[in-house]
């Protein structure tokens, strides 16, 4: 089963900063996008940040200038460096990976999910 492994959530203060990663298998015809996504209670799941093979960048608004995403491409790993926590930011975050099984077809696979509590 081909799956995505998380690690780095927990507590963490207001103003604080959390690194979280995210470990895919290896594909023969490589991976397209990575991405994180996350959910708070009783909300959708929406995109946080998204990084593609050759390294482009999409961040969601009310993450610009806190959050950075970055990717290694050698060990198929995502992450997110997230600075300057706000109360609002506590979610459950999801990664997301475009896993190719050819060389224009994917698998769209998630993470466990992975929970970030921002409170003093």
């Known amino acids: 089963q081909v799956q995505l492994v998380e690690s780095g959530g927990g507590l963490v203060q207001p103003g604080g900063s959390l690194r979280l990663s995210c470990a895919a298998p290896?594909?023969?015809?490589?991976?397209?996008?990575m991405g994180w996504y996350r959910q708070a209670p009783g909300k959708q799941r929406d995109l946080v940040a998204v990084?593609?093979?050759?390294?482009?960048?999409n961040y969601a608004g009310s993450v610009k200038g806190r959050f950075s995403i970055s990717r290694d491409n050698a060990k198929n790993t995502v992450y997110l460096q997230m600075n300057s926590l706000k109360p609002e930011d506590t979610a459950v975050y999801y990664c997301?990976?475009?896993?190719?099984?050819?060389?224009?077809?994917?698998?769209?696979?998630w993470g466990q999910g992975t929970l970030v509590t921002v409170s003093s």
């Open positions: 290896k594909s023969s015809f490589g991976i397209n996008d």
């Open positions: 997301n990976a475009e896993w190719l099984v050819t060389e224009n077809k994917y698998l769209e696979l």
């Open positions: 990084i593609g093979s050759g390294g482009r960048t």
